[in-house]
């Protein structure tokens, strides 16, 4: 359902799309607060002897007052013995003190716990979405990421930094001030507990419809987000194609959906406040001309009237916060069902429970009867496919071919539907993700650069690599030179996404960055595609180099950098049509790579 779905949308409509799954989800939320919640709970044990000592003392304010006024009072005046009314003031003191105190000393502890969770929340999200398999990334955008990240948890944040305070306070005085008035006076409890049928109406109409507001909410304001950062992150295309006004309405339109739905929960909580406030002033009034009634029949006292009064006071007040819990809780539902349908997420390309051992790979890859597909569409119908160890294999065809299907494959970014991808006679699903990534390296064209220095960004491949390594590295590939000249050298801060280099710079780092790694096994999924001719001229020696005596598979549009390769696959619908040299293909009269070569020397020409 779309942003556009919401607005507008009945009530009735919106229990249809979010109660289908309701049960499910709400118990899959609990167990993910219950799993956060878990390390904790010697500390909610304390937190809960805390509230109960608060909740006593809080609760003895009203019961010392009757005391003062039926006894201390009385004393004072027949008696002038002003101790009895002494000690009640002194009750008293201890009383605030003690609440006071268990107030601030809950507060603390339930910061602390939030923090906590929110820490555990954070990071458990982050290396689960860096787990999740290449196949989840591409159909979930990264504006629901940001909204998971942020969003999301900080709804939950909310909700244990203040919900939890204000149901545990509040629900707690509710109950035991119920209890109270009832032991206190039965017939006026009696009475009083007549608006109880009232409250509970209400607060359960509150509940659903704020429910059904909140969710619309959450899902509204996660499209706001989507639309924000994909607007932002393709800011050059829109610019480029004049989009600034199409992407202007659609977030307004989103825009509008998420105001409405935040409407819609401010409506709610101005019928539920002030029908809580009506209720409790009606209440308050015939309870009172009750009490008074039952003062002049000597059926009570008037220490217990105005008791009872205060207590009635603190039964309602707190059904105002309530209000406001609910509108954090339904936030943080919803909040909690996203991030738990999330971390459910399991990844499609899972490691093995019992990986084998592979301690100096070969670089030898086959392919033996793969078939495989991305949903239903089949790419590769049945690859069958042998590189011997130090070969370098080009990739050529038209798009769409199955070129980049195969490295992704042989990278393990997906699983074969059927047959089996081997190195040196091991299936990659037997092997443990840290040697595949020792030993299977890939560099494509996008050559992305994280925020942080030259010399951060080539030792990525190997993180404890030396200085000198890093810049020996970087002399092979052919990158040394323009690195030298930057501002900081190897320090030079390459901004975000490598801002600051060009797209050459930048490929050539990423050249550097594999060179170091020194992987068995090197994928180029286009990675010339982003130099210019001096450039690519530049790395041609430092691509031999680089592939000398290792497995490399190469996808090159441009066909110069195929001439370095000892072989050349052909592919046509995921099938393999040529197969040979680049000279002997070359010189095939009527084949497919001499026909492909012809094109691009026209295309250069």
């Known amino acids: 359902m779309t942003a556009a779905d919401w607005r507008g949308v009945a009530p009735e409509s919106v229990d249809e799309v979010t109660g289908g799954l309701g049960a499910f989800l709400r118990e899959r939320s609990r167990r993910l607060l219950g799993s956060l919640l878990r390390p904790h709970r010697r500390v909610l044990v304390v937190m809960a002897v805390v509230v109960l000592v608060q909740n006593v003392a809080t609760m003895a304010g009203p019961w010392l007052v009757r005391i003062g006024i039926d006894k201390g009072i009385p004393a004072l005046v027949d008696h002038n013995d002003a101790g009895p009314l002494v000690r ?33 929340l954070r990071t458990r999200l982050f290396a689960h979405f860096q787990r999740l398999s290449l196949s989840f990334h591409e159909r979930y955008t990264s504006g629901r990421v940001i909204s998971r990240l942020t969003s999301d948890v900080d709804s939950i944040g909310e909700l244990l930094d203040t919900g939890l305070e204000t149901l545990v306070l509040a629900g707690l005085s509710i109950v035991s001030t119920a209890i109270v008035l009832v032991v206190l006076d039965a017939p006026m409890g009696l009475v009083a507990m007549l608006s109880f049928p009232l409250l509970v109406a209400l607060t359960v109409w509150f509940r659903r419809q704020s429910e059904k507001a909140y969710r619309a909410g959450r899902e509204a304001v996660a499209l706001v987000i989507v639309q924000f950062v994909e607007s932002l992150a393709g800011i050059r295309a829109v610019q480029a194609f004049r989009r600034e ?21 401010m409506r709610l909580a101005a019928v539920y406040g002030p029908a809580i406030r009506g209720v409790g002033g009606i209440t308050v009034a015939v309870t009172l001309f009750y009490g008074a009634t039952r003062v002049l029949d000597g059926a009570t006292t008037v220490g217990v009237l105005a008791a009872f009064v205060l207590y009635l006071r603190r039964f309602f007040e707190p059904m105002q916060d309530l209000a406001q819990f609910f509108n954090v809780f339904q ?13 459910d997420e399991q990844p499609t390309v899972a490691e093995s429970a019992a990986p084998v051992a592979l301690l100096s790979a070969r670089g030898e890859v086959r392919f033996a009867h793969v078939r495989f597909g991305y949903r239903q569409a089949v790419v590769l119908p049945d690859l069958e496919l042998r590189v011997p160890a130090g070969q370098t294999v080009a990739l050529v065809g038209a798009t769409g071919a199955g070129k980049t299907t195969i490295v992704r494959l042989l990278a393990r970014f997906y699983d074969p539907n059927e047959g089996t991808v081997t190195l040196d006679g091991v299936d990659l699903r037997d092997l443990s993700e840290d040697a595949l990534r020792r030993a299977v390296a890939m560099v494509t064209q996008e050559s992305f650069l994280f925020s942080g220095s030259v010399a951060d960004n080539i030792a990525f491949g190997r993180p404890g690599a030396s200085r000198t390594e890093i810049e020996q590295a970087a002399r092979a590939i052919g ?65 031999r180099t680089l592939l000398a005596d290792r497995t490399a598979v190469i996808i090159a549009h441009r066909l110069s950098t195929v001439e370095i390769a000892d072989r050349v696959l052909v592919l046509e619908d995921g099938r393999i049509v040529e197969d040979g040299s680049p000279s002997d293909l070359l010189d095939r009269p009527g084949g497919h790579y001499a026909a492909l070569h012809a094109a691009w020397q026209e295309s250069v020409a």
């Open 88 to 120: 009640v003031a002194l009750a008293l003191l201890v009383a605030a003190i003690v609440q006071a105190v268990g107030t601030a000393w809950f507060l603390r502890l339930t910061g602390d716990v939030g923090q906590a969770v929110l820490f555990d």
């Open 245 to 265: 006004g199409r992407n202007q309405s659609l977030f307004e339109d989103v825009n509008a959906r998420y105001t409405d739905a935040n409407r819609w929960s």
């Open 331 to 343: 936030a943080a539902a919803a909040g909690l069902e996203k991030l738990s349908g999330v971390l």
């Open 479 to 543: 990158a040394h030179d323009f690195i030298a000249a930057l501002p900081d050298g190897y320090d030079t801060d390459v901004r975000k996404r490598g801002g600051r280099l060009s797209a050459g710079q930048r490929q050539l780092v990423s050249f550097a960055r594999a060179f170091l790694a020194d992987p068995r096994v090197l994928i180029l999924d286009e990675a010339t595609s982003s130099l210019d001719l001096p450039s690519e001229r530049l790395v041609q020696h430092a691509l």
